[in-house]
């Protein structure tokens, strides 16, 4: 782990959830085919998980389901509800993802926020970047108990409350290390908006080299590429609407100089150019 070290408590990164709100609109916007839900954590976990998520068909599809998953900054614990045996952990993606999923599934994850999964468990998130690994390989106590706590039978509902219980009994065993200041250059990102010099303007006592050395450990990428895809999530959080985006050109306000440089940013985020996201 990147020194130096101090401890902290989950109350200490409540400017996470504060400041940043991971949204994964390719699937939120749902045409009745497809069924995707989030529950909340518990309290006691709020600063830690962000929510837990729930994808999959109320009936069988004509169709394979392309999935596609846009760069959030988030690290996600997965598993097939039908069969719990097959779990997986997917890292912070530079880009965005889409894979088939077939014609009938059921899916349940806990997405974790910015960094927070690194803190609780200890593993470097630079080896998770870009993969999607099965669980086991990277939490194979977790992926056990997945595999034997969860059932087919039981509920959306019901699985929150156990993977609360469990993420829970984790943080009560776990002492939360980190480097001070990675969590100060981290939220001086989100007060920007990720519109910053990383190099110039993060002034927390962090050379460049060990700035990308304690980013990639706690997040799995640079400040930069980070910063990038903060910019990215500010324009979804706004909501906007095609011609809105036409007229306010809200991708000034986070850097952007021309709209073709914010287009070809959008699309590799997104898998969509913002005129076919937002019309």
């Known amino acids: 782990m990147p020194s130096p070290k101090d401890y902290t408590t989950v109350n200490d990164l409540s400017f996470i959830r504060e400041y940043y709100k991971p949204i994964q609109p390719a699937v939120s916007k749902s045409d009745g085919k497809i069924s995707y839900s989030e529950k909340e954590p518990d309290k006691a976990l709020e600063n830690i998980v962000y929510c837990y998520w729930q994808l999959h068909t109320p009936f069988i599809l004509k169709e394979d389901f392309n999935y596609r998953v846009v760069s959030d900054g988030c690290i996600d614990i997965f598993f097939n509800h039908k069969k719990p045996t097959d779990c997986w952990i997917m890292g912070f993606c530079k880009r965005f993802e889409q894979f088939p999923i077939g014609k009938e599934f059921d899916y349940i994850g806990i997405r974790f926020l910015p960094s927070t999964f690194t803190l ?86 962090l050379s460049p080299r060990q700035l990308r050395r304690v980013f990639n450990f706690y997040l799995g990428t640079t400040a930069k590429s980070f910063s990038n895809v ?50």
């Open 120 to 205: 609780l468990f200890g593993i470097a998130a630079k080896s998770l970047t870009n993969q999607s690994l099965e669980l086991r390989e990277v939490l194979p106590d977790f992926s056990e108990w997945i595999a034997t706590k969860i059932k087919p039978s039981d509920s959306f509902k019901k699985i929150v409350r156990l993977l609360n219980q469990k993420l829970l009994e984790s943080l009560k065993n776990q002492e939360i290390q980190h480097d001070p200041r990675f969590l100060n250059s981290l939220k001086l990102i989100f007060l920007k908006k990720g519109n910053l010099d990383t190099e110039k303007d993060i002034n927390t006592g």
């Open 230 to 279: 903060m910019r990215f999530q500010h324009i979804l959080n706004a909501k906007p609407s095609r011609q809105s985006l036409k007229e306010n050109k809200l991708y000034y306000d986070v850097g952007f100089y021309d709209q073709a440089h914010f287009i070809k940013s959008f699309k590799t985020f997104y898998g969509v150019t913002p005129q076919q996201a937002f019309g």
